[in-house]
């Protein structure tokens, strides 16, 4: 438990006259401990009870370095790529009508839904050298399986609602006269998008790019089967701690699973940061 | 409750004016663009699915599901999702309820702790139950010696999807229930309600379909997860595998049919799930209006 | 029912929402709590009913101490603001609602509830309105069907959060009137909150006029507009100007003249004058009055406006006159408060 009961002067909860105050929040904490923060605390204590001189030398091997680099980077290029497609496809979905509007609406949050290992082994037989696709690729010198390619096709559709979700309610919520106030100024409308609408839309942008890399850095299921998993070419960090964990190697493990989650929660961080100051901002 | 007019959910964007359109070519370009990526990357995987699932006949698909392994899989993902999920409705309810009524020091906090499960890879959460209760592990000896089984048994699948599943409910309810505020729940306690009656003939009803969004949100990943239940299961065939794991497991053999047939049931949850939650949109969308955006 | 309000404090994170305030109500009284947002006006109310705990300070009821009761002990009806009428249930479920939550030895059966419902849909002129929901009522519909939900518990103490603030001006000229009417009826001691001054006048008994926390002046509708007992008052209830003075000889003067205005009792020295608009005589030559320059006349309803420049240091004022009265095409205008009331210059610290 992490909190004291309401003392004399120092007041740990507002009065109030609902009631169940005790009970929720006390069973909230005892499950969230249980569940989340001794299991972490578990990893955390491993992780330091190993002394730097073994954590760094993980940390630090060649293999450990190349997996976290393409998780990141490849987290990194998916997510930059959402974010001008998601901005455009959360643009089209709010302002333009068509039949069957809402039926891709609904379609978006398809990689929410369908397990990623569904979406692993679809990605895979698509972009296979005979599939659907890598069959058209192909001639063009172009090969996605089994290569980092792969992974950042993987790791496209994985975090493709991130940034379409987090942008769409707030093209929603733009009050059209600030639009017509543009235009009775004698802005064009691209001068209009770009220096009226697109700041304000830049937070959740941000915010949607934040989480869709956040994502993808963590990412396993669709990654593995298109990966290829090619030590220092195609293998991610995740499936690195899943070869240690196999080899028995739980130090190294352990080591992996701590710089990811540190970086993770950096991350996260950033994330509430941005949100209160765009909430600040921007009501 | 400020304004209870039941509101239709389709944005108001009909009227726009011309100043506030783009041009039709302008228009095209960017439909054009928004549907062939979506088309490349949402619609083309689900369709190859079903292609795959029924490349060699229909008599094919339903024999490959009909197999004693294929089927203890789905009788197990269909177990730890019915385990995993209450659970996460009982702590989303009682996280919503002290968050959404109550004001607390340490209360955004203990909200940014709510979320994240969602921010760790699947990978770690898996992980961080094998060092807690693996052989080496502090509780790992003294487990066996008691002969309680938790790794590569039901117990940990369970506990790894619990771990991934976490934040699903409370985090549809908490914006939810600080939207609605508290004018209904000290309605009801002036008219004379105790607290259970107060939740449920007033907080409940007012939160079901948000509710009912949270868990459908939260068991199709239940039942999809992939990366921790991986981690924590030890692959044992007809024993400990789910659907995904066992996809996998086919996958890896080369019986596309067969991974393919499973992966078509996971997918047609997926469809249903989706189905479900822009039903509800659609039908309590400014009810829903809070949580919307995830 | 009485109620006591017994040097009440409550404070929000420090901040002292209501400081010392003290307050009798009487039984089957109708009260108003008027005040400006952020007088405190609303937190008296829901200590009254038991949403709040005072941070010092009691509340009686009779003479039994409510204090110590949880809202549901304390039997009030409360109407909200926003009326939080539950929208699943229909309009008969709502107001039985209070009903069905009582413990099995005292809850009515289900027919009793069910003709509970219609004899106060009947009573707010409401029949056969049972079966709807609140989402398909009017602004209006609801405010009543909040009430007899409230009423359904055969409360104590009935209290009203801005029962009118939400609805449009007509709706509400004609709930207020039925309002009372229904007081008058039922015979409930009521409290309602209003920052609207018409309201409060016209239908309570007494008026509360509160401002920063703290109770301002208690009376009828006349003392309180008559005879205000403070700038804030004399401000806040209709309309008002003043004047900067100064008291010497037991008589008022501005500047190096004196305006034919007594004051024995007042203590020598600067001070406010505060006077009606409507309450002034129009005097023709100037010895011993107030006379100022026009700066601007407008047309108020059945009255005319005038806004005159008094003396070197230009203070306004506004009177009131009739429409076609000679004075309105003048320049200047000399007059003499007929009612009026001095106040410090500065406002005693309480």
Redesign the interface.
């Known amino acids: 438990m992490t909190t004291t009961p309401a003392q004399a002067g120092w007041r740990f909860k507002q009065p109030s006259v609902i009631p169940g105050f005790g009970l929720t929040l006390g069973f909230s904490l005892v499950y969230l401990t249980l569940i989340i923060l001794i299991p972490l605390a578990g990893l955390v204590w491993r992780s330091a009870s190993l002394g730097w001189v073994d954590f760094w030398r993980i940390v630090t091997a060649d293999r450990t370095l190349k997996a976290l680099e393409i998780s990141f980077g490849t987290a990194l290029i998916a997510a930059l790529i959402n974010v001008v497609f998601g901005t455009i496809v959360a643009w089209v979905l709010v302002r333009y009508k068509f039949p069957g509007r809402r039926v891709v609406d609904a379609m978006v949050d398809l990689p929410f839904a369908l397990p990623t290992a569904v979406a692993g082994i679809a990605l895979t037989t698509l972009y296979a050298p005979n599939g659907w696709l890598g069959s058209l690729l192909m001639p063009l010198g172009i090969k996605v399986a089994y290569t980092p390619l792969g992974i950042i096709v993987a790791l496209v559709f994985v975090s493709l609602p991130f940034v379409v979700r987090t942008v769409e309610p707030i093209i929603e919520e733009i009050d059209k006269e600030v639009e017509e106030a543009a235009a009775t100024l004698g802005a064009s409308r691209f001068q209009t998008i770009t220096r009226v609408l697109f700041p304000g839309l830049a937070p959740a942008i941000i915010t949607g790019f934040a989480l869709a890399f956040a994502r993808g850095v963590g990412e396993y299921g669709s990654v593995i089967f298109i990966a290829g998993n090619l030590p220092k070419v195609t293998e991610i960090a995740p499936l690195l701690i899943v070869i240690r964990l196999e080899e028995f190697n739980y130090p190294a493990a352990t080591a992996i699973a701590a710089v990811m989650l540190a970086i993770s929660f950096a991350m996260l961080l950033v994330i509430n940061l941005l949100q209160t100051w765009s909430r600040k901002r921007y009501g | 409750?400020?304004d209870?007019?039941?509101k239709s959910y389709e944005?108001v964007?009909?009227n726009?004016?011309a100043?506030?359109?783009?041009?039709r070519s302008?228009?095209t370009v960017?439909?054009t663009?928004?549907?062939v990526?979506?088309g490349?990357?949402?619609?083309?995987?689900?369709v190859?699915?079903f292609k795959?699932a029924f490349a060699k006949g229909v008599g094919a698909y339903f024999a490959s599901l009909n197999d004693h392994d294929t089927l203890s899989a789905i009788h197990l993902t269909l177990l730890v999702a019915v385990i995993a999920v209450p659970l996460n409705v009982?702590?989303g309810?009682?996280?919503a309820?002290?968050i959404a009524?109550?004001?607390?020091?340490?209360k955004a906090f203990?909200t940014?702790?709510?979320?994240?499960?969602?921010?760790?890879?699947?990978?770690?959460s898996g992980?961080?139950?094998?060092?807690?209760f693996?052989a080496?592990?502090?509780l790992g000896p003294w487990l066996k010696s008691h002969g309680i089984e938790i790794l590569f048994a039901v117990p940990g699948i369970v506990?790894a999807t619990?771990?991934v599943t976490?934040p699903f409910v409370a985090r549809e309810l908490i914006p939810l229930m600080q939207e609605q505020g508290?004018?209904?729940?000290?309605?009801?306690?002036?008219?004379?309600?105790?607290?259970w009656?107060?939740?449920r003939?007033?907080t409940l009803?007012?939160i079901k379909w948000g509710l009912l969004y949270g868990v459908l949100?939260c068991n199709?990943?239940a039942?999809?997860?992939?990366?921790a239940v991986?981690?924590v299961s030890g692959h044992i065939r007809g024993m400990t595998n789910t659907?995904?794991?066992h996809?996998?497991i086919l996958?890896n053999e080369y019986n596309?049919v067969g991974?393919?047939a499973v992966?078509s049931l996971?997918?047609g949850?997926?469809?249903v799930?989706?189905?479900l939650?822009?039903i509800l949109e659609?039908r309590y969308g400014a009810e829903l209006a809070a949580t919307?955006?995830? | 029912m009485e109620v006591r309000v017994a040097n009440v404090r409550k404070e929000f994170d420090r901040f002292p929402a209501l400081r010392d305030v003290s307050l009798d109500i009487r039984s089957g009284e109708l009260i108003a709590l008027l005040g400006p947002s952020g007088s405190g006006k609303t937190t008296l109310l829901r200590l009254i009913a038991g949403l709040e705990r005072p941070t010092t300070g009691k509340i009686f009821f009779g003479d039994e101490d409510a204090s110590s009761k949880t809202i549901q002990e304390r039997n009030v009806g409360f109407v909200f603001q926003h009326y939080a009428l539950f929208r699943h249930m229909t309009v008969a479920d709502n107001i039985g609602f209070g009903l069905k939550v009582r413990p099995g030895a005292t809850r009515p059966s289900k027919e009793e509830i069910r003709g509970r419902a219609s004899e106060l849909l009947n009573l707010v002129q409401l029949s056969g309105l049972e079966k709807r929901y609140p989402a398909q009522l009017s602004g209006g519909q609801r405010q009543r069907v909040a009430l007899a939900r409230a009423m359904a518990i055969e409360p104590k103490v009935l209290l009203l959060d801005e029962p009118f603030g939400a609805l449009d001006a007509q709706v509400r000229r004609e709930l207020r009137r039925w309002l009372r009417d229904i007081h008058d009826t039922t015979g409930h001691t009521t409290v309602f909150v209003t920052h609207d001054q018409e309201e409060a006048l016209e239908l309570a008994d007494r008026v509360v006029v509160m401002s920063q926390g703290q109770i301002e002046q208690i009376g009828t509708a006349d003392e309180v507009y008559d005879t205000p007992n403070s700038p804030f008052v004399f401000g806040f209830i209709g309309e008002s100007s003043s004047l900067p003075v100064r008291i010497a000889d037991g008589q008022v003067w501005i500047a190096d003249r004196p305006i034919g205005l007594s004051a024995p009792n007042h203590p020598a020295g600067d001070a406010l004058l505060y006077f009606r608009p409507h309450d002034i005589e129009l005097l023709d030559g100037c010895s011993g009055c107030i006379a100022g320059t026009v700066v601007a006349s407008r047309r108020v309803a059945g009255t005319r406006r005038v806004e005159l420049e008094i003396g070197g240091e230009r203070q306004r004022v506004e009177i009131e006159l009739p429409v076609d009265h000679i004075a309105t095409q003048k320049s200047r205008i000399a007059f003499r408060p007929s009612r009026w009331k001095l106040f410090p210059v500065k406002a005693p610290a309480n």
């Open positions: 409750m400020a209870p007019e039941i944005p964007h009909e726009l004016s100043a506030v359109t783009e041009s302008a228009r960017l439909m663009i928004a549907f990526f979506l490349i990357f949402l619609l083309l995987p689900l190859i699915v795959e009982v702590f309810i009682a996280a309820w002290a009524k109550f004001e607390f020091k340490g203990l940014t702790l709510i979320d994240l499960p969602f921010s760790v890879s699947p990978v770690i992980l961080v139950y094998v060092l807690l693996g080496q592990a502090v506990l619990v771990f976490f508290n004018g209904d729940e000290e309605a009801a306690l002036s008219l004379g309600a105790n607290g009656q107060v939740f003939y007033v009803p007012n949100l199709a990943r039942m999809g997860e992939f990366g991986s981690v659907m995904p794991l996809v996998e996958y596309a991974a393919f992966a996971l997918a949850l997926a469809l799930t989706l189905i939650k822009t659609m919307r955006g995830h």
